[in-house]
């Protein structure tokens, strides 16, 4: 089945400690997004990629970056990671054009600061 | 902006209740609207969507319908089962970027 895959699902790592979350895509949409959800909270957009064209929201901080070096894959990078960061990560897929087609979402991965 | 507004939880049925989820929504133009439901430590799934003013959508005997004349959204479901324990997020997708705003979501409990 088509589908969105997060890896790993459990992530700890260590104050400051550089981590990095790897999502992929079966489904060959255009247009992937990475979400950040804080426990009890609606998930807040990160940022968002048109194929390769990378759109920041405004109040991301500077310590998460991403790439996408193909369709299928798309990596969160967290520079240093503080308590704060502590959060399940979404990634989800879209295909381009229609705006009423739903996003898909990945089962998350979620990520422990010590 | 674009915002959604959607009843505070948490919520607690008993099984065979009837259930209403009130949401309602701020927007330029014309979104289309969604259901998302997340089970316990799962990412988030589509359960229903409408594109247009008077559009039903309906899933798994859940139903909402897309009322532009009171920007609402209601998610329905006339028997809810202990399967449908999870949280409920009403959203909208509008302009070019298409991104989903989200509301805070509504937990829902049904006891056997």
């Known amino acids: 089945d088509a589908m969105v895959i997060q890896n790993p699902r459990y992530q700890v790592t260590q104050f400051g400690k550089p981590v990095t979350l790897s999502c992929s895509q079966t489904?060959?949409?255009?247009?992937m997004y990475w979400y950040q959800q804080k426990s009890s909270q609606a998930p807040k957009l990160l940022f968002h990629?048109?194929?390769?064209?990378?759109?920041n929201e405004a109040d991301t901080p500077d310590n998460f970056q991403s790439r996408r070096p193909n369709t299928s894959f798309c990596f969160l990078d967290i520079r240093s990671p503080g308590l704060g960061d502590a959060a399940m990560y979404l990634c989800a897929t879209r295909p381009w054009g229609n705006r009423g087609d739903e996003q898909f979402f990945g089962p998350g991965t979620r990520l422990t600061v010590l | 902006g674009d915002s959604v507004t959607q009843m505070e939880g948490p919520v607690t049925l008993s099984e065979e209740a009837f259930l209403t989820i009130n949401c309602t929504y701020t927007a330029t133009g014309y979104p289309s609207l969604f259901w998302y439901v997340q089970y316990p430590g799962e990412g988030l799934q589509l359960l229903l969507k409408?594109?247009?003013?008077?559009d039903k959508g309906s899933n798994k005997g859940f139903e909402a319908t897309y009322r532009k004349e009171t920007t609402s959204f209601h998610l329905e479901k006339g028997s809810v089962q202990v399967s449908d324990s999870a949280v409920y997020f009403c959203?909208?997708?509008?302009?070019?970027?298409?991104?989903?705003?989200f509301g805070t979501g509504t937990r829902l409990t049904v006891i056997p």
């Open positions: 409408a594109t247009k003013a008077d």
């Open positions: 959203a909208l997708s509008s302009g070019g970027a298409n991104n989903l705003f």
């Open positions: 489904l060959n949409h255009n247009v």
């Open positions: 990629y048109y194929d390769k064209d990378f759109n």
